[in-house]
């Protein structure tokens, strides 16, 4: 079946994840720790803690498999439009409830794809302190599990020549944790059901974070 017009492409990722491979390993140094648990096919929803904007492209570099991210759409300006576009990147509009953008994300999935989620909404503490609903409503609606990941180190430290980067050849962790479902098995999709994975979802992403920071030495 062919994507509809403006969804995003297997292909277009597979070419982001490329890029990102050569990008995060060639200006930093990614330590990769469980990728094996993601699902080598099939969908799944892949959770970022987001403090830093390299979260994103570092993920796409260290995944086992391509990922389509929903991005908030002031990052689509300028040629970067057509760019993150090309890449396989969802356009999402946080204000409001984005029906191109829920089809798009709800299609890659529905296609065996990864889809990347930053649940916190927007760029913080990266600590998922405070998760919105979406990343609940789309691992219901799908039934795709979730792998929630712990990116640490991007914020350690500035680095020297562009001070909106960690410093060049740093160190950045990123900490696959265990497959999960989000539902409760009734197949529920009412909003009390949607609030109570979501309840489910943050307990089990705090706890990967939590895990994650022992594992590596990063207690911040």
Request: proline letters at 7%.
């Amino acid at each position: 079946m062919s994507p509809a017009a403006g969804a995003p492409t297997p292909r277009g990722a597979a070419v982001g994840r490329s890029i990102g491979i050569g990008l995060m390993y060639g200006l930093f140094r990614p330590r990769v720790l469980g990728s094996w648990r993601v699902p080598a096919s099939g969908p799944v929803i892949l959770a970022v803690n987001h403090s830093h904007n390299v979260d994103g492209p570092m993920l796409m570099g260290t995944a086992p498999r391509p990922v389509h991210f929903l991005i908030k759409k002031e990052a689509f300006v300028g040629p970067l439009d057509p760019f993150l576009r090309g890449i396989g990147q969802l356009k999402v509009d946080r204000t409001t409830a984005d029906r191109t953008a829920i089809t798009h994300a709800l299609g890659v999935l529905g296609e065996g794809g990864v889809l990347g989620i930053f649940p916190e909404g927007t760029r913080g503490e990266g600590d998922f302190a405070s998760l919105r609903a979406g990343l609940a409503y789309f691992a219901v609606r799908s039934g795709a599990p979730i792998v929630p990941v712990a990116v640490l180190g991007s914020t350690e430290r500035r680095g020297r020549l562009i001070s909106a980067l960690p410093p060049l050849r740093s160190r950045v962790d990123v900490v696959f944790g265990e497959a999960f479902d989000a539902g409760d098995g009734s197949g529920r999709r009412t909003r009390k059901a949607l609030d109570e994975a979501t309840v489910r979802i943050q307990g089990r992403l705090t706890g990967h974070l939590e895990q994650a920071r022992r594992l590596t030495g990063r207690t911040g």
